[in-house]
């Protein structure tokens, strides 16, 4: 316990314990790659995702060929033709004479990355009329690769503005009730009961009802954000509760009452700044439940429509096993998500590892 | 010492215990000298800290402030709006704790939490606050004012964290400081510099103190007046010379024999 030793902050054991967990940091970068790829998704991608071309329905991958007649060659794909088989399904015969090289920073579709700048260059893309699907086209020949990027940004961003805004309510609404006790925390907690009672799923669906149906996408999307973060605020207002409970009852609060603070001043300055840790790896964990509940709104048709991609809504697609078994890339979207809840939980849990305070690294040696 | 900057009359605390009152503190009267320190002395359960706390209106729920007048500057803080006492908490009264280590939030660095108290009650600059908590930290006798702004509680010793205590009781210029043992938890040594800085913030700052303590050793060092109090009532009241020579009352010779 040397002054000198003793000199890392909380921050920086937390920091330390967390890089032990090769798992967690394995999340990070997963999750800040496709964070990265969701922010830039106009650029990576090689269409828009309305760039639909019915003559291409759920054509397979295009694979990117590097050798021609055994000589290394820039990088081409070669063209499809599209037959129909006696029971009328689609056969896509890839097409020897039609040779497109790929071309990087390829002129194509007009897009205002994130909203404002203009551009039409995209990292990769072949000519027209050579079609560019790495990761296979949708029932509309949209590519999946590029609805991934753009759903991503719903789904990604989804759970961010919700956790925020249900942790926003959740920490005033809990703080509130722990610190005043009483008849305050009484009707707060009832109402939490309330909320907490119905059944997540029901509860959304009722409220998405309530959404007026001429919303467009921006509109959509908010609406669901403010839904789903309405169903999840309940439950950490009365964790929070139970922990201001106890932390009101510290001398620090009574001191600080002393000096004249005012409630709020000791609510948002001196109890809540406690819950912090716990806040954090709460909010990691809870990311997953927005992710979901919005992939399973959009799943139905409730949530984010068609033509705006999102993960939810581009696996409506994929519920039906016979398109599965033809086109099994659709369920790609399943597997992103998929991804991303886990890497959430990864982060959550190994936070939740370094910052408890029960379980420090000195306790377990 | 004939003026009064506080005067308590009849103040009568009581606790519901399942519906039963217990009395607490018991028809108080006390008045608490200008510019001078009353020592408020009795054992553990006596209702010395339940009256500190009466004045600044700061009990728990579960205690009722059942009847009283508290005069301060000639208004009755029993009757005043919480806008009012919030006004005066740390401004004009302010209080110093026995424990500063639970005391102060060990989220935040002490300059931090001493500069709070000017935010709230001061309409300083940022850099002008920044120079106060050094200076107030040098008044107490901290060494490196300057770098003690930014220590934790827990990196403090627990003399420094007393000092630093101190210093934030008083930030803003205070008339009246409660001291709720404010050397208890130290040790010999240091309970004796703790007192030293009191007599000179005292006489520096013309501070009145109200000194709650068991211990009757820093009573004789310390305080003006003596008040010995015994199960909610004051039973013996007078200058501090007096009351550790001659003691009346058996409970006060009791206190002195075990203190």
């Known amino acids: 316990m040397s002054a000198d030793k003793k000199h890392l902050s909380e921050f920086q054991i937390a920091l330390r ?23 830039f998704a106009e650029f990576l991608s090689p269409y828009s995702y309305k760039n639909e071309n019915r003559n291409y329905s759920y054509c397979p991958p295009t694979v990117i060929q ?24 689609r056969i896509y015969t890839i097409d020897k004479t039609q040779k497109y090289p790929l071309r990087f920073f390829a002129p194509g579709d007009t897009y205002q990355w994130l909203g404002f700048l203009p551009g039409r260059r995209h990292l990769i893309g072949v000519s027209e009329p050579g079609r560019f699907y790495l990761l296979g086209a949708d029932s509309r020949g949209r590519d999946v690769f590029s609805r991934l990027l753009y759903g991503g940004r719903i789904s990604l961003s989804i759970g961010l503005i ?5 942790f926003t309510i959740g920490l005033i609404v809990g703080g509130v009730a ?9 009707i707060l907690m009832r109402i939490c009961e309330m909320f907490m009672m119905v059944p997540g799923f029901y509860l959304l669906l009722a409220l998405r009802s309530a959404v007026p149906d001429n919303f467009n996408s921006v509109q959509v999307y908010f609406a669901i954000v403010v839904i789903l973060s309405f169903i999840g605020w309940a439950g950490l207002a009365r964790i929070i509760r139970g922990m201001c409970l106890s932390l009101r009852e510290r001398e620090y609060v009574l001191a600080a009452r002393t000096f004249g603070l005012s409630d709020r001043k000791i609510i948002t300055g001196h109890i809540l700044p406690h819950t912090v840790s716990y806040s954090i790896f709460a909010v990691m964990l809870s990311i997953p439940g927005y992710i979901l509940g919005e992939s399973a709104l959009s799943l139905i048709g409730l949530g984010i429509q068609d033509p705006f991609a999102s993960w939810g809504n581009m696996l409506s697609d994929a519920m039906s096993i016979v398109r599965i078994k033809f086109a099994p890339w659709i369920l790609l979207p399943g597997f992103f998500i998929f991804v991303t809840v886990i890497c959430f939980n990864v982060i959550g849990d190994a936070l939740r590892d370094c910052l408890d305070p029960l379980l420090k690294s000195e306790v377990k040696g | 010492m004939s003026h009064a900057v506080m005067r308590l009359r009849n103040l009568t605390v009581v606790v519901n215990v399942l519906g039963r009152e217990r009395v607490l503190v018991d028809g108080l009267n006390l008045d608490i000298p200008q510019e001078g320190i009353l020592a408020l002395v009795g054992g553990s359960g006596s209702g010395k800290t339940t009256t500190g706390l009466s004045i600044l209106r700061l009990l728990s729920p579960a205690l009722e402030i059942q009847r009283g007048v508290i005069f301060y500057k000639s208004k009755d803080l029993l009757n005043a709006t919480e806008a009012h006492m919030r006004q005066l908490r ?15 939030n060990p989220v935040f660095s002490i ?22 908590v050094e200076e107030l930290l040098d008044v107490v006798g901290m060494p490196d004012p300057r770098g003690m702004r930014d220590k934790y509680p827990h990196q403090l010793s627990g003399g420094m964290r007393q000092r630093a205590m101190i210093a934030q009781a008083i930030a803003v210029d205070p008339k009246l400081i409660i001291a709720d043992e404010p050397t208890s938890n130290l040790d010999v040594t240091l309970q004796a510099r703790i007192m030293e800085l009191f007599r000179k913030l005292k006489k520096e700052l013309k501070l009145s103190i109200l000194l709650i303590t068991h211990d009757l050793g820093m009573v004789g060092h310390l305080a003006d007046e003596v008040a010995v109090m015994h199960q909610g009532r004051i039973v013996e009241h007078g200058p501090t010379q007096q009351i550790l020579d001659r003691p009346q009352h058996a409970y006060t010779r009791e206190l002195m024999e075990t203190g």
């Not at chain 1, 394995?26 to 969701?38: P, W």
Request: aromatic content about 16%; charged content about 25%; proline content about 2%.
């Open chain 1, 17 to 39: 314990n967390f890089k032990k967990n090769r798992l967690a940091c394995l999340g990070v970068v997963i999750l800040g790659l496709l964070y990265v790829a969701v922010i």
């Open chain 1, 66 to 89: 590097f050798f021609d007649e055994n000589r290394l060659v820039w990088p081409y794909v070669y063209g499809r033709q599209l037959e129909f088989n006696a029971y009328h399904g």
């Open chain 1, 162 to 166: 919700g956790v925020c805004i249900s």
């Open chain 1, 178 to 186: 722990g610190y005043y006790g009483g008849r305050v925390d009484d």
């Open chain 2, 90 to 104: 740390g401004k004009e009264i302010s209080m110093v704790f026995q424990e500063p280590l639970s005391a102060f």
């Open chain 2, 111 to 132: 300059g931090y939490q001493i500069e709070e108290v000017l935010r709230f009650h001061t309409d300083l600059g940022r850099s002008r606050r920044k120079a106060r």
